[in-house]
C-alpha cells in the first residue's frame, strides 16, 4: 500500500468522525430543549403540590376552628370570626390565607344507608333527620382569581400560555359535645343476687371511659323505683356520678315512662345543658314497667325532641321488647345482660359507640 493511499484512508476516516459530530449537534440542542422544558414544568408542578398542601392544612385548621367555636359559643357570627383569623395564620403561597365569610357553612353530619356520612346544610333539615341543629362546619377555601387573594402566579406557565393556577380545597369538621341523661334502675329487684353492686361498677366503667375521651360529655343522672328522683343536673363533673350513687338503696316497683320524662328535661331544661351539643339517654332496667306512663310514649317524647335513647335490659325478667322497641324507635342500640360481668360490658359497649365521630 503507498503512503499516499494510507494517507487518503485517515482522511476519511477523520472525515466520518467529523460527520458524526455534526449530526449529533443539533440532537444534543434538541435534547437540551427537552430537559430545560422538563426542569420548567417540573418546578411549577412541585409548586402546585406544595401550595395545595398548604391550601389544604389552612382549611382545616379553619373548619376546626369553627366548628370548636360554634359548640363553645352557640353563635355563627364567632365561629365565622374564628375561622377567619385561623386561616389568616395559615401562609398558602407565602401569604396569609384570607376566607370568604360566604363560604362558611353549618349544617350537621348525617349517616346514609352505606354507613358513609354526609354533610346537609343547616336549611335542608328534613324532618326525622337523626339532629336538625348545627354539629358541623364546611369551610371552602380557594386560591382563584375571585377568591380574596386571588389566583396563584406560575413561574414558568407563561411560557405556554399559563400563567396562574387556581386550587380549591374543601373541608368539614364535626363537633360530638354530648349531653346525657343516665336514667338507672334502683327497684326492689334490684336489690337481688349482687345487681345493685354490679350496675355501679358499670357506672364506674362508663364514667372511665367518658373520662378518656376527647369529645367533651356533660351527664345528668336520674334513679327511679315507683318514682323518679334527679341527683344530678348536666355537669361535667363527672366523678359527682360516683359520688351521688353512693346512698342509694334499691326499693319499690318499676315506673320507667316517668323517669324517661325526667331524664328528657334534664337534657333540655337543665341550667348546663347546651342547645348545640347531641342528646342522649341511657335507660337501664332489671324489670317490667308496672308504674307511671308507658315507655313507649316517653321514647316518641325523646324522638321529637332529637334524643337518641339507648336501653340497657339485666336479668331474665326484663322486659326486652319494648326496652328494644324503645331504643329502635329513637335510632339507639338496645343491649341485653344475664350476668353482672356482662352489665359492665355493656355499659362500656354504649360509651364506646358514643365516642364515634362522625365526619364527611
Known amino acids: ?202 357506672v364506674d366503667v362508663f364514667v372511665d371511659e367518658l373520662t378518656a375521651t376527647q369529645p367533651v360529655e356533660n351527664v345528668s343522672l336520674t334513679v327511679y323505683d315507683s318514682e323518679p328522683e334527679k341527683l344530678l343536673d348536666i355537669t361535667k363533673q363527672l366523678e359527682d356520678i360516683r359520688f351521688a350513687l353512693e346512698g342509694v338503696t334499691p326499693e319499690g316497683f318499676t315506673g320507667i315512662g316517668d323517669a324517661m320524662r325526667v331524664g328528657l328535661d334534664s337534657l333540655l331544661n337543665d341550667p348546663n345543658a347546651r342547645n348545640l351539643a347531641l342528646r342522649s339517654m341511657i335507660v337501664m332496667t332489671d324489670g317490667n314497667q308496672n308504674r307511671g306512663i308507658d315507655a313507649m310514649i316517653a321514647a316518641e317524647e325523646c324522638r321529637a325532641a332529637n334524643v337518641v335513647v339507648h336501653t340497657i335490659t339485666f336479668s331474665d325478667g326484663a322486659d326486652e321488647n319494648l326496652m328494644r322497641e324503645v331504643a329502635e324507635h329513637t335510632g339507639g342500640t338496645h343491649l341485653h345482660a344475664t350476668s353482672n360481668g356482662q352489665l359492665v360490658d355493656a355499659f362500656r359497649t354504649i360509651a364506646r359507640q358514643l365516642e364515634v365521630i362522625l365526619i364527611e
Open 1 to 202: 500500500m503507498t503512503i499516499a493511499f494510507k494517507k487518503s484512508l485517515r482522511f476519511g476516516a477523520l472525515s466520518q468522525r467529523s460527520d458524526r459530530k455534526g449530526a449529533m449537534l443539533p440532537l444534543i440542542a434538541v435534547m437540551l430543549v427537552f430537559l430545560f422544558v422538563a426542569a420548567v414544568i417540573g418546578v411549577d408542578i412541585a409548586r402546585m403540590h406544595v401550595v395545595r398542601s398548604e391550601l389544604r392544612t389552612a382549611t382545616d385548621a379553619a373548619a376546626r376552628a369553627a366548628v370548636e367555636a360554634i359548640g363553645r359559643t352557640e353563635s355563627r357570627a364567632a365561629a365565622i370570626d374564628a375561622a377567619l383569623s385561623i386561616a389568616r395564620l395559615n401562609l398558602v403561597s407565602g401569604e396569609p390565607l384570607d376566607l370568604d365569610p360566604s363560604k362558611i357553612e353549618f349544617g350537621a353530619s348525617v349517616q346514609n344507608p352505606n354507613g358513609s356520612f354526609s354533610f346537609v346544610e343547616e336549611g335542608n333539615f328534613e324532618p326525622g333527620d337523626a339532629t336538625t341543629f348545627a354539629n358541623s362546619a364546611r369551610v371552602l377555601g380557594e386560591r382563584t382569581d375571585s377568591s380574596p387573594n386571588g389566583s396563584i402566579n406560575l413561574l414558568f406557565g407563561g411560557i405556554f400560555g399559563v400563567d396562574t393556577f387556581s386550587p380549591v380545597q374543601t373541608a368539614t369538621a364535626t363537633r360530638l359535645d354530648r349531653d346525657i341523661a343516665l336514667v338507672l334502675d334502683k327497684s326492689g329487684s334490684m336489690a337481688e343476687g349482687g345487681r345493685f353492686e354490679s350496675l355501679l361498677a358499670g
